[in-house]
């Protein structure tokens, strides 16, 4: 990464002067916030044209499915969510990932019950149930 000297800016002036900062980050493309004479933040200029990569979002997930299931299931009423809510809430917490950086889908939940039947149950109209 290039460094331009005009993109370092203390955490104290980013916090102060915040239009001037963001009138660094037009001018410059980013800027490098210093705290302790340390990067710790960076602000970068969007560009309509630059991808995320898929990588960085799979990355994130530390849970395998079943756990992921586990934990939001846990925190249900009764235990009991349908298979597709299941799927959103794990999702949206970014829980669990694919490596695609997709949700798991319904039926991969369902599948789950099948391949771990002392943790879930899976109950009619595509409900799962945490044991």
Do not use: W
Request: proline share 3%; charged share 25%; with cysteine.
């Amino acid at each position: 990464m290039e460094i331009n000297i005009n993109s370092l800016v203390s955490i104290e002036k980013a916090m102060n002067e915040a239009v001037a900062v963001f009138k660094t980050v037009d001018d410059v493309g980013k800027v490098i916030i210093l705290k302790d004479n340390k990067p710790a933040y960076i602000i970068l200029k969007y560009e309509e044209n630059t991808e995320v990569p898929v990588s960085a979002l799979a990355a994130k997930t530390t849970h395998t499915l079943q756990e992921a299931m586990k934990i939001v299931l846990s925190e249900a009423t009764n235990q009991t969510l349908h298979a597709s809510e299941l799927a959103d809430i794990i999702y949206d917490r970014r829980l669990y990932v694919q490596k695609n950086g997709e949700k798991a889908k319904a039926n991969q939940m369902r599948a789950r019950c099948g391949h771990y039947p002392e943790m879930f149950e899976a109950l009619p109209r595509n409900y799962i149930r945490l044991k």
